[in-house]
């Protein structure tokens, strides 16, 4: 009985942070980090679906209220029980769990027929902004243990709300909570969900590390999950499920070793998930990442060739660009790639950002102020199109990060970033049109990678193009 995650992290985030040469008008940078705020659960009453099952519904509240609030004591985690309806799809959950103040809303209904009890419950997280359900909870009065099972199944609950608290907190930047959650979340008993799912926690303990940039606990938490992985199919076949998390995993851990500086590690780690699974596009990626990172520029091109020839993902498209501008024939190859990137994606502010700065040749200044004048009321990157048009200077471009929401403010911030450090690169800064510069690039990307929001799909391509100035300050002995 495993959870049923429906968390749908949006694949299109993006923004950035301070700008070139630390202008005026960039946020000054903090050094003191702001306090971590607790994150809040909100618990709705359970609802009956009949008048026989009242009871069961008003049994149920204390017992999971009472297995959470157990299991949370000296964590940053609280409990409330807003007194509100149960929404009746996201819009609703979205408003119900503002208006309750709380990260996770929970909320559920009891049925019963005869000595059948069953129990659904369902959340909505507010930072992901999507609904999760829970796993399907029967139970059959006419068996002895069905009182036992309840309990078990609350500390079940309690310990995966507890799980689902955690990409949230490091989606906004929160490690020292995510650490506290972690570490209370131990198996508590011998068929709880920790027990059941310690892949799950391993791979949160990688995560944190990415967030923290600690190649080795990334490394570790990485290869503990994989160990699981490996251990369950010591006794079984493998699955598709079973294969997909062995990729997942074996990209988290080539993450690691790219964070320690060894791509050749990465390299290794990916070559043969990329053959068995050819169609997962992760490791794909990343195995580019690290080739590239190796000063391979051959075969990641060999390996990028499915994605850019599909047109749609603008990450595969930038490192393309990067292995084949070099080669003969690289221009026309690079321009072929991001011109199918913009055909592809027509209303891609990103895609038309990634062709204006990185494509060789001129730029194509007019056709970027062709499409900001077409997708005027577009939302970010758009006010990054419109600074490079011209439309938008710098303390308007820096005025536009702004966002009550501190996490929405850092996924501009981290955009702005990026895209500054590409023009940095590319000698397509305004003001300094036709003066590349590598320097000011670094600091871009160094800015982005700082924002800390690695969820984001331009902190991966900031730390790409931080592995090659590095690469070529060394080379020049800079």
């Not at 570490?183 to 799950?200: C, F, G, Q, T, Y």
């Not at 204006?356 to 499409?371: D, I, N, Q, V």
Request: net charge negative.
């Amino acid at each position: 009985m495993r959870l049923r995650t429906c968390l749908v992290l949006l694949a299109s985030l993006v923004s950035a942070c301070t700008a070139h040469q630390a202008p005026a008008t960039a946020p000054a940078a903090d050094t003191t980090p702001p306090p971590e705020p607790r994150y809040v659960v909100g618990l709705l009453p359970m609802r009956p679906t009949t008048p026989e099952a009242l009871l069961d519904a008003q049994e149920q509240d204390p017992r999971i209220r009472a297995a959470l609030q157990g299991l949370i004591a000296n964590t940053p985690m609280d409990v409330v029980q807003p007194t509100l309806q149960a929404p009746a799809n996201l819009e609703e959950a979205r408003a119900r769990a503002a208006e309750a103040k709380v990260n996770t809303l929970v909320w559920g209904e009891v049925s019963r027929d005869g000595n059948k009890l069953t129990v659904k419950l369902n959340s909505y997280e507010s930072t992901v902004d999507a609904p999760s359900s829970f796993w399907p909870m029967e139970y059959d009065f006419s068996d002895g243990k069905a009182r036992e099972q309840l309990d078990l199944d609350a500390l079940r609950l309690g310990q995966a709300i507890m799980q689902e608290s955690l990409l949230p907190m490091m989606m906004r930047n929160q490690p020292s909570n995510v650490r506290a959650m972690l570490e209370a979340l131990v198996s508590k008993h011998p068929r709880d969900w920790v027990e059941w799912n310690r892949d799950i926690i391993e791979r949160r303990w990688g995560m944190l590390g990415r967030l923290t940039r600690d190649g080795a606990l990334t490394e570790k938490g990485y290869r503990g999950a994989l160990a699981d992985v490996a251990a369950w199919r010591a006794d079984h076949a493998a699955t598709p499920s079973s294969n997909v998390k062995e990729a997942f995993y074996s990209v988290g851990l080539a993450r690691g070793f790219l964070l320690q500086g060894r791509p050749q590690a990465a390299v290794e780690t990916l070559e043969p998930i990329v053959k068995r699974l050819p169609e997962d596009l992760e490791s794909r990626l990343l195995l580019a990442r690290a080739q590239l990172a190796t000063g391979d520029t051959q075969q990641p091109s060999v390996v990028l060739l499915p994605l850019v020839n599909e047109g749609k993902n603008p990450a595969a498209a930038r490192l393309y660009v990067a292995a084949v501008v070099s080669s003969y024939s690289g221009t026309e190859l690079a321009n072929t790639v991001l011109d199918r990137l913009v055909e592809k994606s027509p209303d891609d502010t990103m895609a038309w950002l990634l062709r204006y700065l990185t494509a060789p040749g001129a730029a194509r200044l007019e056709e970027l102020k062709s499409f900001t004048a077409a997708h005027a009321t577009a939302d970010w990157p758009l006010p990054v199109a419109r600074h490079f048009t011209g439309e938008l200077d710098e303390q308007a471009l820096w005025a536009a990060t702004k966002d009550a929401d501190s996490h929405m403010e850092r996924i501009r911030r981290i955009q702005v970033h990026y895209y500054l450090g590409e023009a940095a690169l590319a000698g397509r800064l305004p003001g300094h049109e036709g003066h590349p510069d590598k320097q000011a690039a670094q600091r871009h990307f160094e800015a982005a990678i700082a924002t800390h929001a690695f969820h984001h799909p331009t902190y991966d391509l900031a730390d790409f193009q931080l592995e090659q100035l590095r690469r070529g300050l060394v080379a020049t002995g800079r």
